[in-house]
T-cell receptor, first 113, second 110 residues
Framework: DTEVTQTPKHLVMGMTNKKSLKCEQHMGHRAMYWYKQKAKKPPELMFVYSYEKLSINESVPSRFSPECPNSSLLNLHLHALQPEDSALYLCASSPGLGSYEQYFGPGTRLTVT | RKEVEQDPGPFNVPEGATVAFNCTYS??????FFWYRQDCRKEPKLLMSVYSSGNEDGRFTAQLNRASQYISLLIRDSKLSDSATYLC???????????FGTGTRLTVIP
């Protein structure tokens, strides 16, 4: 089973709202990732977790706050977003860091109004 | 210089055609290579890993040239369902993430 699940599928939020995106995998993978993807662009890495510890923060604004409650779950907390943050947010997992293939969830399509 | 470079296309080909995509990578320490497929408004899905000896999966053939730092994907007998964006991706030990090309858009025309 190479499934990564994400909820919600779609989210519309105002600039003063607080919301969370959720991601889950049951493949026993030790690395999990958040990406942001704009139309016609490749995924852009935001955060990397390895063994539940934050490994990379690609200079993401503090209005995005990741959390890894356990090895299967990854959350992305959103607060005071801007309209330009509207994008597809993808979660991925891999057996480990480095050169392993990554498996992506279906994404959350976020619209900030 | 970008870690992975691809021709963005678009490639518009008739059904049944053979089409080839190329990709170059800049870091000689790269040691894993993949092609992902991404349909419109969907997530990237792993199409195939690319091995030094080259590998084939049905109508798809991937090749790696380490000396030239070049990766290719060949699709034979194109189907309408092959229409998608194809992402060239590399990885290397010591890096904490994979490196994505910008993707090549393919449209197969009836």
């Amino acid at each position: 089973d190479t499934e990564v699940t994400q909820t919600p599928k779609h989210l519309v939020m105002g600039m003063t709202n607080k919301k969370s995106l959720k991601c889950e995998q049951h493949m026993g993978h030790r690395a999990m990732y958040w990406y942001k993807q704009k139309a016609k662009k490749p995924p852009e890495l935001m955060f990397v977790y390895s063994y539940e510890k934050l490994s990379i923060n690609e200079s993401v604004p503090s209005r995005f706050s990741p959390e890894c409650p356990n090895s299967s779950l990854l959350n992305l907390h959103l607060h005071a977003l801007q309209p330009e943050d509207s994008a597809l947010y993808l979660c991925a997992s891999s057996p480990g860091l480095g050169s392993y293939e990554q498996y992506f969830g279906p994404g959350t399509r976020l619209t900030v109004t | 210089r970008k870690e992975v470079e691809q021709d963005p296309g678009p490639f518009n080909v008739p059904e049944g055609a053979t089409v080839a995509f190329n990709c170059t990578y800049s870091n000689s320490a790269s040691q894993s290579f993949f092609w992902y497929r991404q349909d419109c408004r969907k997530e990237p899905k792993l199409l195939m890993s690319v091995y030094s000896s080259g590998n084939e999966d049905g109508r798809f053939t991937a090749q790696l040239n380490r000396a030239s730092q070049y990766i290719s994907l060949l699709i034979r007998d194109s189907k309408l369902s092959d229409s998608a964006t194809y992402l060239c991706v590399t990885g290397r030990t010591g890096a904490n993430n994979l490196f994505f090309g910008t993707g090549t858009r393919l449209t197969v025309i009836p």
